[in-house]
């Protein structure tokens, strides 16, 4: 009797050995130090390093500074704006920049009038046009009722905001816009559409939105071709709206070594 119980015992040992040499090889094939690590094959070069804006909505180390509250500069057409306590407010003509940009990020803030005059398009109306075409609009929509694809951070009459976050007249917003350009190849053909992602006092309110061509008034949407890079157009449209922090980035891909990129 006593050596049958032995016998079971020393069988009873064995299986729990294999048992966890199983579960120790299964566990251990299953992590880093076994597993054959995926590689891309890309061979990208080290991001540039830059310095971000001390807090949110600031301008990082390679932004180019469009105002910065003391003059309009970077601007043609502004003789009529005025400047007042870091802002910019708008009168006369519209603006447009200096410099032409292609895809880029486009920080900007503005105000619409906090006297209330006007309803619809007449209340607090002006605009951003990338590449002097594409209009993301600016309007007082907080309780003011127009065309959905009218309202502030619409792609004018293209494309309304998912949600109207609209602060009260007179106080400060922001939109951050994110800008692909459209492409032209041969005979002016479109070769691929433009896209706008617009946040609006940090709310995703364009996510990724396809233009349908240039944004007018008066006629549906059409592309026409035009250069890879355009000026930033600021709209006045009788309104005193007014604008503080512009800056904007130019997007450029991650690098990747030459002779893989040649490939
Ligand atoms: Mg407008």
């Known amino acids: 009797m006593f050596g049958i119980r032995e016998g079971n015992k020393a069988a009873a040992r064995t299986v729990a050995t294999i048992v ?11 992590t880093s130090a076994f ?3 995926y590689e891309s094959g890309i061979k990208w070069l080290e991001p540039k390093v830059i310095e971000p804006g001390e807090k949110c909505g600031d301008p990082p180390s390679d932004a180019i500074i469009l105002f910065d509250g003391k003059d309009l500069s970077k601007w043609v057409g502004a ?8 802002y910019a407010v708008g009168h006369g003509h519209d603006i447009k920049t200096k410099e032409a940009f292609g895809d880029c990020q486009l920080h900007i803030e503005w105000a619409t009038p906090s006297k ?18 594409y209009e993301v609009q600016i ?30 007249p007179g106080e400060w917003q922001t939109y951050d816009i994110v800008f692909n350009a459209p492409r032209f190849g041969e005979a002016g053909r479109l070769v691929k559409p433009g896209y706008v992602t617009v946040l609006q006092n940090g709310v995703l309110v364009q996510n990724h939105t396809e233009l349908l061509g240039s944004t007018y008034y008066d006629q549906p949407p059409k592309y026409e071709p035009h250069p890879l890079k355009g000026r930033i157009v600021l709209q006045y449209h009788h309104n005193a709206v007014r604008f503080r922090n512009i800056w904007v980035r130019e997007i450029h891909e991650p690098p990747i070594a030459s002779e893989h990129a040649s490939k």
């Open 79 to 86: 003789e009529k704006w005025e400047i007042h306590d870091g």
């Open 116 to 133: 209330v005059s006007g309803s619809g398009q007449g209340r607090g109306n002006s605009g951003v046009y990338l590449m002097e075409k």
């Open 35 to 37: 597993a054959k690590e």
């Open 20 to 30: 966890a040499v199983c579960a120790w090889v299964a566990f251990a094939t299953s």
């Open 139 to 168: 309007l007082d929509s907080y309780g003011n009722k127009t065309y959905f694809d009218g309202q502030a951070a619409g792609i004018y009459k293209q494309h309304p905001p998912m949600v109207n976050c609209c602060r009260k």
